[in-house]
Each structure stands twice: as C-alpha cells, then as structure tokens.
C-alpha cells in the first residue's frame, strides 16, 4: 500500500517537473519567436521603401520627406553622437558609484542610496526631457554661449543620466557576486584596498560590468521622448566634435513625431519602417557585441582555472 502511495507520488512529482520544464521552454522559445516576429514585420514593411527610393537618396545628408528627400545619414548620426555621448558619462559615473556602494560605502548609506538610485531609474522619460528643457537647456546656452542650447549635448547628458540607473543597479550586482575570498587574499599579501577594488574585483565582476554598461547603451539607444525635447529635432548630418553643441535629430524621435501624420502604405510611411530596422540592427549589433565578449572572458576564465 505504501509502494502504491509512493509511486503515486512519484508519478505527480514527475509531471509537475515536466510541466514546469515545458513552460519554462515555452518561454525561452517564446522570446526567440516574438523577436523574430518583430523582424520579419519591419522587414516587410520596410522592403517597399527600397524598391520606391533610390540608395543614392537614401545615403544623402538630407532628410525632407515632404519633397521626397529620404536621407536617413543625419538620423543615423545624430543617434551614434548622442549615444556616445550618453556612454561617455553613463560609463564612469555609473561603473563609479556602483563600486562605491559595493565596496566603499558603510551599509547604512548603502540601504539608503541604493533604493534612490533604483527610484530614479523609474523616472518617467518626458519629465526628464520637461527639465531639461525648462533648466539645462538654458544654463547650456548661457554657460557655453551657444545659440539655443536644444543641442546633442543636452540630449548626451540626459540620456547618460538615464543610462546611470541601470548601469549603477546591474554592475553593483556583479561587484556584490565576487567572492569575499579574493578581497580577503588580496588584503592578505600586502595590497591597498583601491589595488584590491581595482586589480582584483573589478576584473573579477568585468563580465557583469560590461553587461551593465551594454544595457545601459540599449536604454540611451532607445530612449524617445527625452531627445525628441531637447535636442531640437533638426535633421543635420554631424560632421564634427562641434556637432555636439548643434540641434540633432534621432531616429527614435523621426519615427515618433512623423508616424502619426503619415499616409499609410506611402513611401514616406515605408522609410519610417526602414529607419525602424535599421535602429533595430544597431541595437541587435551591440548586444551581440557584448554577449560574444562575455561568452569570450568565461572560456578565457574556464581555461586558467582548469
């Protein structure tokens, strides 16, 4: 009678496991499908627009749709120099303070500023784009004596300090995971605790800080309505660091301003699909990017420790 009961427990503890493993897998391979989904949509509504334009005028440095001018280069730059940018202050402020509350800060400081930083990530992004135009975006042109101060560098900084949420969150994940035991050795033959910070634990937690800092890429990537406040949506090629101080337009902000007001099925309303594609690439591109070098450091890390 026992053996029974035990089978039949055995029988339903198999099933739940099956049943759990198959969800489980379902959603892995949900996940694949949707992307791929997404693609093969923006793939068919972009390809008219290759067939309806010329590359020639596609690769021009002018973007007005009204008289057919299909230039997608100025969006593409204007994204790259406020992606840049964005990196350039999201990377040291963000990897920075995340060492800081990891490895620095005392745990009551730590408990109070680590659930302000998670609350600033959530900020709604047309409220930082509403400051930023209401504030930073005069004292910029104050202070650098430009002639308006919607320009890159206003959508550089709000974009970094969008960026820095994630950043600060995924990187001071990946610094608490490294094991007290290399602190300890390190301290234990004589090195600093910046050495140790610097030589020991950031290595050890690269994989992860990497994975933050690429997130944090995807955010800026992405971001709409911020940009399209301040940096003053004008669709000019950069061609220069002095670009950055000069309104830009990017391809998130084209397809969000100009994709309501469009004519459905027309060319204009094809291009927009292929901007969308060509974002999605991008994005797709630094991910990829970033996972190869992760997947490299753990075979490199595999081969030392075996």
């Known amino acids: 009678m026992k053996s029974k009961q035990i089978t039949r427990k055995e029988t339903v503890s198999s099933i739940r496991e099956f049943l759990i493993t198959a969800l489980i897998k379902a959603a892995g391979y949900s996940a694949i499908l949707f992307v791929g989904m997404i693609f093969l949509f923006l793939l068919l509504e972009s390809f008219p627009a290759l067939r309806e334009v010329e590359l020639s005028n596609l690769l021009s440095s002018r973007w007005y ?70 504030i930073l975006s ?21 974009l970094g300090g969008i960026a820095i949420p ?3 969150t995924v990187a001071e994940d990946a610094l608490d ?43 800026a990537i992405g971001e709409t309505m911020t940009v399209m406040m301040v940096t003053g949506n004008a669709p000019i090629l950069p061609t220069g660091l002095k670009d950055l101080f000069s309104p830009v337009r990017t391809m998130t902000a084209t397809i969000a301003a100009e994709m309501g007001e469009v ?44």
């Open 65 to 134: 749709p009204i008289e057919d001018y299909y230039g997608v280069l100025p969006l593409i730059g204007g994204t790259l120099i406020i992606t840049i940018g964005a990196t350039l202050i999201a990377l040291p402020f963000g990897v920075g303070t995340a060492i800081y509350l990891s490895e620095i800060a005392p745990r009551w400081l730590r408990e109070t500023l680590k659930p302000l930083v998670e609350v600033l990530g959530g900020l709604p992004s047309v409220v930082l784009g509403f400051l930023g135009m209401l």
């Open 138 to 158: 005069p004292y910029l042109r104050i202070w650098l004596d430009i002639p308006t101060g919607l320009s890159a560098f206003a959508g550089a900084i709000l």
């Open 166 to 168: 994630t950043v600060v």
């Open 177 to 219: 995971a490294v094991p007290k035991s290399y602190r300890d050795a390190s301290l234990a033959i004589g090195a600093t605790e910046w050495q140790t910070i610097w030589r020991v634990t950031l290595p050890a937690a690269r994989s992860g800080v990497l994975t933050a800092v690429m997130l944090g890429i995807g955010r």
């Open 263 to 306: 004519a459905n099925s027309s060319t204009h309303y094809h291009v927009l699909f292929l901007i969308g594609i060509i974002l999605f690439l991008i994005s797709l591109a630094v991910n990829v990017a970033a996972s190869a070098v992760v997947f490299r450091q753990k075979k490199s890390q595999e081969r030392i420790l075996s």
